[in-house]
């Protein structure tokens, strides 16, 4: 299409990132978002920008590993028990998309988009001088069992064939020399050096203003309540402020997609998987290394600004309370691996659903129903590494640019 005026509606990682990358082409570029932008899932995340995240949640073994969580008390992983068909439908496909194939499949395509939006973090950063707190040294995956440790060497043997990069394996002394904070009685970790991490919340709220300085109109507080259509063409945009027409709109809601099918003409099996966070000022002697401690799904995010600890997948449905048992399970696992280093006074307490498709890959392409509709939704638990990849594939799809890596492992019909 050639440029006109385009609507991107959702201010997250994805549609901020649509809007950037669109309103770079030449397009007249209107934001809209039912609250504040950069202030949903894109905002308490962990923040890492991980190459190393190619496998799906849905794999060879998920649900003979996952079902023992589900039963457990307390847990990291939670399903909130409830007769809703549209969870149970979920967990039917993702159950049939657990095979090897499959995720090999996936694993190329989330590949492919998360090099990309690597790519694009570089320039972004870089060309609009954004201070998001970024960190290049790595993440690293901490195991406190060796069995564990041991067991993932045969995924980054198929990282390494596949993709040509692979973690570094640690032992206990190496991991404690390298990142002292850590107690000196675990099994070791692997190093992802190519990984990297930001402060979403900075980076968003930089994006939002370089927005600005480009021209983009960014609406807020000012949810899409309907859709006109004429002939399977989209004409305008209905909100509780008026009527907004463009030639072209772009939905990008993230958790929120599944409620907007009526506008999109389909209905996306995407759930929101909730997730917490905590958010603490910068304290002397905190660690220096983002790390997961992967037998207890729990992750620590470093910043010269501060240290934010984040974790849990609860499929509540759109529930907005937060249950200081579920935020206990953050600080709860610290100890497991980290030695004399006090947990700080966490200030920010913070959740977020994380916008889960039954395959692990996003949606990413035109309505069925409207032409000039594209949906940009469904990133899981990497939409903050994925989200300007996607907002540029946007951007050429829409603007009729052959796409920078193949689009079709996204398309709706799949
Ligand atoms: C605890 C936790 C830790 C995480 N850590 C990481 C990490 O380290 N790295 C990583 O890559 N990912 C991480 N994620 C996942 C990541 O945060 C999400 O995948 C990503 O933020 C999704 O971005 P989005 O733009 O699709 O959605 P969102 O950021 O949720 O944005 C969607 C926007 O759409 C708006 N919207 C919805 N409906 C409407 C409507 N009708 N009208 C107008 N606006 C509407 C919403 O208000 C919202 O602002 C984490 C998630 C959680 C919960």
Known sequence: MTPGRVIVVGGGVVGASAAYYL????????LIDQGKVGEACSAGNCGYICPSHVFPLCRPGAIAKTLPLILRRN???AVRPRLDLHLISFFARFAMNCRDDLMQETSVALHDLLQHAKDCYEQIIREERIDCDLETRGCLFIYRDA??????ASENEYIRRRFGFCAKRLDGRELARLEPTLRDDLAGAWLFESDWHIRPDR???????VLARRGVKVHEDCPAIGLNAQNG???AVQTPQGMLA?????FATGAWTPRLKAMLGCRLPIEPGKGYSMTADFTPGQPTYPMIFEEHR????PWKSGLRIGSTMEFAGYDESIRPERLRLLTDAAP?????????QFKEQWFGWRPMTPDGRPYIDFSPKLSNVMIAAGHNMIGMSTGPGTGRLVAEMLSGESPGFDPRPFRIGR
């Open 246 to 250: 463009a030639d072209a709109f772009v």
């Open 23 to 30: 309103s770079q082409r030449g397009w007249e570029v209107d």
């Open 298 to 301: 729990v992750a620590i995010t």
């Open 233 to 235: 063409r989209a004409l």
């Open 75 to 77: 847990s990291p992983f």
């Open 147 to 152: 069995h564990h440790l041991d067991a993932f």
């Open 336 to 344: 497991h691996y980290l030695r004399e280093w006090q947990l700080p």
């Open 203 to 209: 980076f968003m709220a930089g994006l939002k203003s």
